[in-house]
Nanobody, 113 residues
Framework: QVKLVESGGGLVQVGGSLTLTCVGP????????MGWYRKRPGLMSELVAS???????YVADSVKGRFTVSRDNPKNTVVLQMNSLKPEDTAVYYC???????WGQGTQVTVSS
């Protein structure tokens, strides 16, 4: 069973930063765009940011200028750097191989005001 494993979530104050890291199998990373989704209470899941193996990047308007996504292909990792966090960023964040149905277990991010 393919596994993506996230780490780095937690509790942070408004304006703070967190770094989420996802690691998984090499073939998943090499063959697919890797992304971060989030599920906020009462809302549908949304794609926050993603990056292809060639470096093409997508960042949602809601986090643009605050979040960045990067991947280290030799290490099979994708990182979501989250700065200037807001209470509305509170969510469970999931790493995924975009379009494949391969997801991590999720990590909780809570931003307190």
């Amino acid at each position: 069973q393919v596994k993506l494993v996230e780490s780095g979530g937690g509790l942070v104050q408004v304006g703070g930063s967190l770094t989420l890291t996802c690691v998984g199998p090499r073939d998943v990373f090499m063959n697919n765009p890797m992304g971060w989704y989030r599920k906020r209470p009462g809302l549908m899941s949304e794609l926050v940011a993603s990056q292809t193996a060639f470096g093409d990047t997508y960042v949602a308007d809601s986090v643009k200028g605050r979040f960045t996504v990067s991947r280290d292909n030799p290490k099979n990792t994708v990182v979501l750097q989250m700065n200037s966090l807001k209470p509305e960023d509170t969510a469970v964040y999931y790493c995924a191989a975009v379009g494949t149905g391969t997801w991590g277990q999720g990590t909780q991010v809570t931003v307190s005001s």
